[in-house]
Structure formats: structure tokens, C-alpha cells
């Protein structure tokens, strides 16, 4: 389906990354935001609260995150496309209800444009060190898709992307942002309606009386949802359920409902899955890397090759599912793995676990605050060679 | 290319580097990326914005060493001149920045920006007089990108307002480029 044109603000404009995410999601289809301002974020909810009335949204300052995650989850099942906007500090208090998301199988996208941590930490500046926490920040197993874009223009791009991956898979998508991108300023380019593809959901159609909210076959075929105020009556709920949503408390229901959250995403990694490579072929090391990290990487690599050291790029733009299958193909090939992150160590973790020791996994750490220098990454990819 | 604007928080400094960033990203088919300085140092005291402008993408978004230094307060000139690289260009307000003396290894042009804005009604046009100076000067862009760049970032009510700001600027700039090669030439003479 392409984007319905109310949304749609054509043209070339020169913002910055909050205001890009926030034309995204209008672009869309997203209709509601819930949140709690906090900086560097809150320019994505300024720009949808000025612009939702002229579009048919809502947008509602909430008393605190954890609210205003629940609100998201209950407005995804009025079939209005939702999100919510925040950092560190209030993604960490949304982490009980993004679970509730998850267990209740409700598309929606939460923006976390991060900033240094931990607790309040650095209100003002970048960071990439809530990347674990958005795959493991609520109890309980379950899977999640997170992407992280590296300019302005990818916060446009990809938050509809975001949002196409939630209603997709039924799972609230995280979208990781960080201060240098969303405080940075750039061309960024909205085209016309019909060039943009969004999903709309799948609704259930058929009697009422059968109707099955979930379908537990870990498969991409997702159960249709319905609309609350349709007159269907059902029951969704955190609580380990069937698939009719109704509360079941036992191991044999755990086993089908757990398994299903996990691997309805662990068993469509291949489709859900988006990362950039280059020079990959013939390369002794290769640079693995995210968000604004991906983009001073290329100067460090720039600068590598112009030593003549065979370096390629994988440049992870959907970091949650982990392309696992890919690092372990490449594992074979190269000598190592160089990974630039502004965190003390985090999505290394992944990579040297699926190298399974036939590459060096090497970590360029950065506590937050700045990116990093090129030339720390450079003297990583010249350690990698070696 | 990086360019730093600076001054006082109010004086427009980051719609300056946001002009400045729009005019090369949209209208001179260059990279513009622009970043400012947040937090409790933008209030009053010294504020800044950063651009990095480039013929191809720009891919580290800070700038690393300043090859033009805009400043429009004391303070800001203070905090950052020695960043300036040698050889740089140092752009300033006349009545605002005041030295005994400037660094010899860069080139320093002046502009009353703040009194001819005063001039045109209101000193709020400083910014828009002083990057039509910027303009001239330094050549980063080119003066009818820079011009297409302003309908949009101000209210329309003030569009020509602001165009003639810029050209005040812009015709100030160029008259300090005949004069500064005038003085090269005239130095050159007495030296041979």
C-alpha cells in the first residue's frame, strides 16, 4: 500500500534527525504518540504534536513513561498505528509495558534517541549504550527488532521501515537513534506518497465466533488482529495465554506461547534482517558497526585502505535480530572483526559469540559523549590485520 | 570545509550555521551537515554551530579544525580562536569583538553587522548582515544559494527585510576584499 498523502510533507528539507523520525512516522501512518519529554528526543514529539492535529492524530503528554508505553500498546489494538519517544532514563521505566507488547503481540515503535548513561548520565550528548537493553530490557523471553540509522535522512527512511517490521511481525520495534543523529542536521529528502510503501495491518475477516487473536506457530504467518470497538469480544493479556488470549497457567501453554514470541523472529532472521556490506570479498578485517558509529567507521576505513590494508564494512541497520548466520560465514574467511561502538563493550558480544573463536572479535569502546576518533579505529583495523 | 559560527545565545547563531548548511545541502549541490552545541553554556553565554561542508558525504559530523571562525561576541572569540587553523579566516563583528591583536597567521575580516542591522530597523538581522559577509568573503557558498536558503527560515513577512540585510552584508564583504588586496598590493610595493 503507499503512504496516504495527509501524512506526506514532499520536498527537500534541511532538519535534523528528531524532526526527520517524526516526518516518518507521520508518512507512516502512525496516528498516536504518547510520551514524556526528554532530552535529546523531545523534538520528535514537538514536531508530531504540531503536526498531528492537521492529520487526523493524537498526540498526549503523558504523567511518566511507563504510562506512556501503556498507552501505546492500548491505542496499536484500536488498529491506530502508535508510538512513543524517549531516552536512557524513560526507556528504562517503559521496559515493563514494552514487554506487555510483546507478550500481547502489539505492533508499535518506541524511539530511544540515546544519550550517555547510566541514570540520567548525559542528557546533552551521544551514546550507544542501551543497545542490550533494548534486547533484553524486559524480563522474560522474548524476541524484539531494533534498527539504528546513521543520518537524518535514514530517521526518515527507516522509522517507516520501523513501522512496516512492527505491524509485519507483531512486535513493538525499537527504534535506536542517538544524540549525534538526531541533533544533527542534514538534507533530508520526503518524496511523493505514491513512492513510499507502507504496510497496513491485517485484519481478521470472517465470523466473530472464531476469531483467534494469536496463532502460535512461530511462522511468519501472523494471526490477523481486530479493532477494539468492532464488537468482537476478546481477551488479550500479559499473562501466559492460548490462542484465544485467554489466561492459561502451565508449562505446557508457556512452552507454545514463549516459543512462538521467539521464534516467529528467530526463524525469519533472513527476512527481517537489513545491514549494508562492502569490499567484503577479499577482506582480511571487517569493520562491524551501527548507527552514527558506521559512519566515522568509513573514515577510518577510508584511511585504511589507503594503506593498503583489505578491510570491508558490514554496517548493521537492523541490529536486533543479530545477522548471526552472516558473521559466522565470514568468520571463516577473515582474520577479524573490528567493532566500533560508543558503549563499554555490547554488540562485540554478539559478534565474537557467533564467530565462535575462528576470528578475533575486537572491541573500539567509547563511553559516550563524543564519537569516536577515527584513528582509535583505525589502529583497531591495523591490529586486526596483523 | 568546517566552519564555526559563534556569539551569545539570541543572536542567531545557530539559524546562521542552519542558513548556511540549508543554502550548500540544497541550493549549491554540496554536503552541509550541522551540529550545535547543547546545555546550560547555550544560555547567555557562548553558543556555537558547527558545519561541515563538503563536495562529497560527510561521514565524521564534527568539525576537527576550523578553517573559518564566524564570532559575534567577545566571549565566543576568546573561546574559540585558537582553534582557527593557520592560514584560516577569521570573520568578526566590528563593534562586538574587540583585540588589541588579532592572530597574525590567519585572515581577520570586520563587519558593523550589529549597527547596520540597527540600521534596517533591528539589530535581530545581525546574523542574516553578517552571512552576507560570510558570504562574500569566504565563498563556502554562493551568494543565490544563500539567498533561496532564507524564504522558508524566516517569516515571509521579514523575507525582504532579511534579503537586504544579506546584501548589505554581502556588498560590505566584497568592498573588504578590493581593499584587503588594494593594502597587499600597496605592501607588496613598499617591500620591493
Known amino acids: ?386 | 570545509m568546517d566552519i564555526r559560527f559563534s556569539g551569545f545565545g539570541g543572536q542567531g547563531i545557530i539559524k546562521s550555521g542552519i542558513l548556511v548548511g540549508k543554502a550548500a545541502s540544497l541550493f549549491d549541490n554540496k554536503y552541509g551537515t550541522m551540529t550545535q552545541s547543547f546545555g546550560p553554556e547555550a544560555r547567555g553565554g557562548a553558543c556555537s554551530a558547527q558545519i561541515v561542508v563538503d563536495d562529497s558525504p560527510v561521514l565524521y559530523p564534527y568539525i576537527v579544525a576550523p578553517e573559518i571562525l564566524v564570532t559575534m561576541s567577545q566571549e565566543a572569540y576568546e573561546k574559540f580562536t585558537d582553534e582557527l587553523i593557520p592560514g584560516g579566516i577569521l570573520l568578526t563583528d566590528t563593534d562586538l569583538v574587540k583585540s588589541e591583536q588579532f592572530r597574525k597567521d590567519v585572515k581577520v575580516y570586520s563587519i558593523p553587522s550589529t549597527r547596520i542591522a540597527e540600521e534596517l530597523g533591528n539589530r535581530i538581522f545581525a546574523n542574516v548582515v553578517m552571512i552576507g559577509f560570510f558570504t562574500a568573503v569566504t565563498k563556502v557558498v554562493s551568494p543565490e544559494a544563500m539567498k533561496k536558503a532564507i524564504p522558508g527560515a524566516v517569516p515571509s513577512r521579514f523575507i525582504d527585510i532579511n534579503i537586504e540585510a544579506f546584501d548589505r552584508g554581502y556588498n560590505y564583504g566584497l568592498e573588504q576584499l578590493k581593499e584587503a588586496k588594494g593594502s597587499r598590493k600597496k605592501k607588496a610595493a613598499v617591500a620591493a
Open chain 1, 1 to 386: 500500500m503507499k503512504a496516504d498523502p495527509i501524512g506526506v510533507a514532499t520536498g527537500s528539507y534541511y532538519i535534523d534527525g528528531d524532526h526527520a523520525c517524526a516526518e516518518g512516522a507521520i508518512a507512516a501512518g502512525c496516528r498516536f504518540l504518547a510520551g514524556y519529554p526528554i532530552t535529546p528526543s523531545t523534538e520528535v514529539a514537538e514536531r508530531v504534536a504540531e503536526r498531528f492535529p492537521k492529520v487526523g492524530g493524537m498526540f498526549i503528554q503523558m504523567e511518566d513513561e511507563l504510562a506512556s508505553m501503556a498507552a501505546v500498546v492500548g491505542a496499536s489494538w484500536t488498529g491506530t498505528k502508535s508510538m512513543t519517544v524517549t531516552s536512557g532514563p524513560g526507556f528504562s521505566l517503559m521496559m515493563e509495558n514494552l514487554g506487555l507488547g510483546a507478550m500481547m503481540e502489539t505492533p508499535c515503535v518506541v524511539v530511544n534517541v540515546q544519550r550517555g548513561g547510566p541514570s540520567t548520565g548525559l542528557p546533552t550528548l551521544t551514546g550507544q549504550a542501551d543497545m542490550m537493553q533494548a534486547r533484553w530490557g524486559s524480563h522474560g523471553d522474548y524476541e524484539i527488532i531494533a534498527l539504528s540509522p546513521n543520518s537524518p535522512q535514514e530517521c526518515f527512511d527507516l522509522t517507516i521501515t520501523a513501522f512496516n517490521l512492527s505491524e509485519q511481525w507483531r512486535v513493538p520495534v525499537l527504534f535506536m537513534m542517538d544524540e549525534c543523529v538526531g541533533h544533527m542536521t542534514e538534507k533530508v529528502v520526503i518524496p511523493e506518497p505514491d513512492e513510499i510503501e507502507v504496510l497496513p495491518r491485517k485484519y481478521y475477516q470472517g465470523d466473530k465466533e472464531s476469531y483467534r487473536p494469536f496463532k502460535f506457530n512461530g511462522a511468519a504467518d501472523l494471526a490477523p488482529m481486530i479493532k477494539a470497538g468492532d464488537g468482537y469480544f476478546i481477551h488479550i493479556t500479559g499473562l501466559t495465554h492460548d490462542e484465544r488470549g485467554y489466561p492459561i497457567i502451565n508449562a505446557e501453554a508457556q512452552g507454545k506461547n514463549v516459543s512462538h514470541l521467539v521464534d516467529k523472529i528467530r526463524n525469519n532472521v533472513e527476512k527481517i534482517s537489513i545491514f549494508e556490506e562492502d569490499c567484503i570479498d577479499d577482506a582480511d578485517v571487517v569493520v562491524v558497526s551501527y548507527g552514527i558509529s558506521s559512519r566515522v567507521a568509513l573514515k577510518a576505513v577510508e584511511d585504511a585502505r589507503a594503506k593498503g590494508i583489505k578491510v570491508g564494512t558490514l554496517r548493521l541497520v537492523t541490529v536486533w535480530p543479530f545477522p548471526e548466520g552472516r558473521i559466522q560465514q565470514l568468520a571463516g574467511k577473515v582474520k577479524s572483526f573490528v567493532v566500533p561502538e560508543i558503549n563499554m563493550g555490547q554488540i562485540v558480544l554478539e559478534v565474537e559469540r557467533a564467530a565462535k573463536g575462528k576470528a578475533k572479535a575486537i572491541l573500539v569502546p567509547h563511553a559516550g559523549g563524543w564519537v569516536h576518533d577515527p584513528d582509535d579505529i583505525l589502529a583497531a583495523i591495523e591490529e586486526g590485520a596483523a
